[in-house]
T-cell receptor
């Protein structure tokens, strides 16, 4: 069975602080895919990144970066110099050979001035 | 290129009524997935459909829930005789290929179902 754990339920930071959202996954699939999604207060689910299990390169996109470590089964997400617009619930998700995603319970990020 | 379109955005039903949720996938996408998000929880997979076929319904409750994706028209998630516990946000996603070989899995804006 697949499982995704986001241990941080809620994080509050002050604008311009860096923040890391943790994601730990479990799977028996040798080929799998990891995703991060952002859900702002309006409710839409916005895609942030997809990573496959064969690509452990870290990725940076503007203020966002992702650290994939197979050795610890983790796919952490860092926001550098956070902004108020980053306030949202962030979901980590895992997809394997079956065509469905397993989501974590989400981390609510609150960025204040 | 329009994204995944879901309607209605909000749906209010009384206990015992039927709820019909619609999802139009992105143009060129023939694979549709439905997920349910209960308050303060992550999304849970319900069903995966291709045109005219249900591929995986392992996450769908056995009773009262059904889904279809006809040859023409949107995918429909149907909930009969709704109960308060069905209140949730229902999200649809679509992809052009089976599995996750495609770069992204796009989600719609969701339908918030409220059962009174």
């Amino acid at each position: 069975a697949q499982k995704v754990t986001q241990a941080q339920t809620e994080i509050s930071v002050v604008e311009k602080e860096d923040v890391t959202l943790d994601c730990v996954y479990e799977t028996r699939d040798t080929t799998y895919y990891l995703f991060w999604y952002k859900q702002p207060p309006s409710g839409e689910l916005g895609f942030l990144i997809r990573r496959n299990s064969f690509d452990e390169q870290n990725e940076i996109s503007g203020r966002y970066s992702w650290n994939f470590q197979k050795s610890t089964s983790s796919f952490n997400f860092t926001i550098t110099a956070s902004q108020v617009v980053d306030s949202a619930v962030y979901f980590c998700a895992l997809g394997g050979t079956a065509s469905k995603l397993t989501f974590g319970t989400g981390t609510r990020l609150q960025v204040t001035l | 290129n329009a994204g995944v379109m879901q309607n209605p955005r909000h749906l209010v039903r009384r206990r015992g009524q039927e709820a019909r949720l619609r999802c139009s996938p992105m143009k060129g996408h023939s694979h549709v997935y439905w997920y349910r998000q209960l308050p303060e929880e992550g999304l849970k997979f319900m069903v995966y459909l291709q045109k005219e076929n249900i591929i995986d319904e392992s996450g769908m409750p056995k009773e009262r829930f059904s889904a279809e994706f006809p040859k023409e028209g949107p995918s429909i998630l149907r909930i009969q005789q709704v109960v308060r516990g069905d209140s949730a946000a229902y999200f649809c996603a679509s992809s052009p290929l089976q599995g996750f070989r495609n770069e992204k899995l796009f989600f719609g804006s969701g339908t918030q179902l409220s059962v009174l």
